[in-house]
């Protein structure tokens, strides 16, 4: 089944560590996102690529890195300079084209706490 | 000029009822309207999406209204069920990429 793979779902992190969130997709997808989900806020855009070797800040970007040097995958680092970094993340993609090129798929996400 | 506002931020309906979820905003170069659909600890999937053209579209009980000129759209749910509890997002775009996201909306539907 095509899909998007986000691991861990649950995890938990000390002050002061740095943490990476995978995100693995299998749908071919070119576009890739990270959104951080806080109750009441909606989803925040993170980063996003559009391309392999290729990506934007978004409107939260402070205290996150990511990567993407492969199309199926866009692992995000939520660095200890975030300084709120205990939310819930969803990764998405999105194809590039044809007649539902908006629609965004999402994984089912990862719950960071920070300790 | 980024920011879509969503409204009510909580709604409880009843078995058979009508919900109804309103979104404004700003930004005229907006031209892709998708509303997504969440459940708790699972992530939101596209639940209905309209563009600018058209005034209305309609998937089963799920309606989207738009209203170009006072830059709003709303979701209608029509016959609203227990299953249709969750929380609800509006969202726009410019050409498809880099959604903005409303607030949220999370509806209760009681049996």
């Known amino acids: 089944d095509g899909g998007i793979t986000q691991s861990p779902k649950y995890l938990f992190r000390k002050e002061g560590q740095n943490v990476t969130l995978s995100c693995e997709q299998n749908?071919?997808?070119?576009?890739m996102y990270w959104y951080r989900q806080d109750p009441g806020q909606g989803l925040r855009l993170i980063y996003y690529?559009?391309?392999?070797?290729?990506?934007q800040k978004g409107d939260i970007a402070e205290g996150y890195s990511v990567s993407r040097e492969k199309k199926e995958s866009f692992p995000l680092t939520v660095t200890s300079a975030q300084k709120n970094p205990t939310a819930f993340y969803l990764c998405?993609?999105?194809?590039?084209?044809?007649?539902?090129?908006?629609?965004?798929?999402f994984g089912e996400g990862s719950r960071l706490t920070v300790l | 000029q980024q920011q879509v506002k969503q409204s009510p931020q909580s709604l409880i309906v009843q078995k058979g009822g009508i919900s109804i979820i309103n979104c404004a905003y700003e930004?005229?170069?907006?031209?892709?309207f998708p509303w997504y659909q969440q459940f708790p600890g699972k992530g939101p999937a596209l639940l209905i999406a309209?563009?600018?053209?058209?005034s209305e579209k309609k998937e089963g009980r799920f309606t989207i209204s738009f209203n170009k000129s006072a830059k709003q759209f709303s979701l209608h749910i029509m016959d609203s069920q227990p299953g249709d509890s969750a929380t609800y997002f509006c969202?726009?775009?410019?050409?498809?990429?880099?959604?903005?996201f409303g607030e949220g909306t999370q509806l209760t539907v009681n049996p």
């Open positions: 969202a726009a775009s410019i050409g498809g990429s880099r959604l903005t």
């Open positions: 998405a993609s999105r194809r590039a084209g044809g007649p539902r090129t908006g629609e965004l798929f």
């Open positions: 309209i563009r600018p053209d058209v």
């Open positions: 749908l071919n997808h070119d576009a």
């Open positions: 690529s559009q391309i392999v070797n290729d990506f």
């Open positions: 930004n005229t170069a907006f031209d892709y």
